[in-house]
């Protein structure tokens, strides 16, 4: 069960590097750091401002949205149309700066809210539960039906698609390409809020959370990159084999078997479970 | 404005382009072979450790800057040198058997990560390197027998016929000579076929392919060779530390090599070693910038990694050349002084097409 809830988790923050990935084919390595400041707005707004939690989750995710829009728009704009290696390094770059503006803002020691799960046990069948995982678990489920309508229904989410697949013709069929995906920034930036609301309770929270992320990335791999119930799956399938490994492996292979497995994908089917990538033209 | 009159095809390859080049040159080597007569021993350090950081950027830079494969994990070459190394010289080898050895080994842990990942490019060879590193990091702190884990591996002074280079100065020289060694080595490659065809793989693999390139082979080679060269700098390195302790080459380190390579401008030797003499000399000068600073920002203990992403960011967007490029771009400002057209550097930027074929 703990290892479905903290898959959950890596499968949202994985669906927040696929969001971004999949329109912009950009790979945001401050993805977790996205994530981290989601979770420490959070915290301000809960335990600083004294708001109740839905409202304050409500919050930190428009706080976050508003935030990843003019990310883009200030910073990722300029590099668009420029080399991939660019944008890695430039949201590396990011994800540093984001790193030492909650250090210095929050400090640096681990920090925890309330919440209305935390410490709370559900009791199925003679199964016990605890709420925390639960509530992880439902939120990702729930975000994900939101998220699948949205990009299956809406004219925002079919434009995305388009930008994605194409920006020359999307921009002729009169999308406002740039902005599509300043909205996909904040799309994403507000996915990884979630997830380090429902994270928090689980974890403490502090500035170093975000090298989840790079979990994450394995996730998002085994997941194929390119796929939403993908990137669910592979963060499921990563966050139960490491419990798996922790509890039967050799001590070390708790940390090292998300990446074992990554590699693995990588080498043995390079395109993930549910391959998207072909060969790029010239 | 000097003009170069090619009156021969070998003239094309020359590793110097003109006099004026040889003696540029051969100053900067007079200046830092009798740098330690003019610096006392702490800034003699310094710069052996920037001079360590330019073998290791050297070898990024052929792999990322020559050969197109960006790799996130070059702090596990780095550390896996310096842990072959240390071994080596703790089970009584001398140090100029161990450190070829170490860049072997490193080589053949850089085949070990370059084969399997052949077929990746891009991000996907980014993400692998990553794991990788991550997972060598932990093969350092669990294979207690050979690496000491959290406990450390002291490294003894490097030995060459018995004499040991216990002073700062012999060991700056030590470094040196691989320094220049290296970059003589890189240079030299690239002007051969294979050099050639580590650049055609980054501007194209379709096309090099095209042209009867061993897509396979020479990735594989260039993979091997950067990491050769960057677990010699990781020999260098555990020698300059003298304690090795796995934290010491995790990911931020990686980020850091990989920081120089762009900041210094990629694809250009000249851009690695400006960039590892910028990342080696900016600790000191945030130490020493530490003083003027007002107590509540020079405490933080986030500092130093803020400031390179900082710095990381505006090189990307204000300079993607990097150091050498904007030195590039003042010299030919003065050259052609009044007719200096500000388009010449403009990069064409492409509509991107998906890498999905669906």
Redesign the interface.
Known sequence: MNGIAVGCIYGLIALGFVLIYKATEMVNFAQGDLMMLGAFVAYTLISGLGLPYWLGLAGAVIIMAVFGYLLDAVLLRPVIGQPQFAIVMLTIGLGFILRAAAGFIWGHDPLSFETPFTGKVVNAGGVVIATENLAIIFGTVLLCAILYAFFRFTRLGVAMQASSQNQLAAYYMGIPVKRIFSMIWALSAGVAAVAGILLAPKFLIDPNMGFLGIKAFAAAVLGGFGSIPGALLGGLVIGVIEQIAGVYGPPGSHETAAYLALLLVLVLKPGGIFAQIGRKKV | MRFVFKTSYEQDINLFRHGGDRFWYGLLLLALAAAPLLLDTFYLGELSFILIYAIAATGLMLL?GYTGL?SLGHAAFLGIGAYANAYFISQGMPFLVSFPLAGLITAAAGLLIGV??L??S???L???T???A??VE?VF??WESVTGGFRGLPVDAPDIFGYQLWERWEFYYLCLVVLVAVILGVANLLRSPTGRAFVAIRD?E??AQSMGINLARYKAMAFALSAFITGLAGALYGHHISYLAPDAFD?RLS?IL??MV?VGG?GSLHGAVYGAIFAGALPQVIAILRDYLPPAISQ????E??L??????FF??FE?FGIYGRWLKIKLYFQMFPLYKKATFK?Q??????????
Do not use: C, D, N, W
């Not at chain 2, 933080?300 to 500092?303: I, N, R």
């Not at chain 2, 390179?308 to 960011?313: A, P, T, Y």
């Open positions: 990322v960006v399997p990942t077929r990746m891009g991000i996907y980014a993400i692998a990553l794991a990788f991550y997972i932990q702190i669990r194209s379709i096309s990911i980020i990989l920081l762009v990629v933080t203990p986030g500092l990694p803020a390179f992403g900082v710095i990381l960011v990307i967007l993607p990069r930027k492409s509509y991107l097409k998906t890498e999905r074929l669906r």
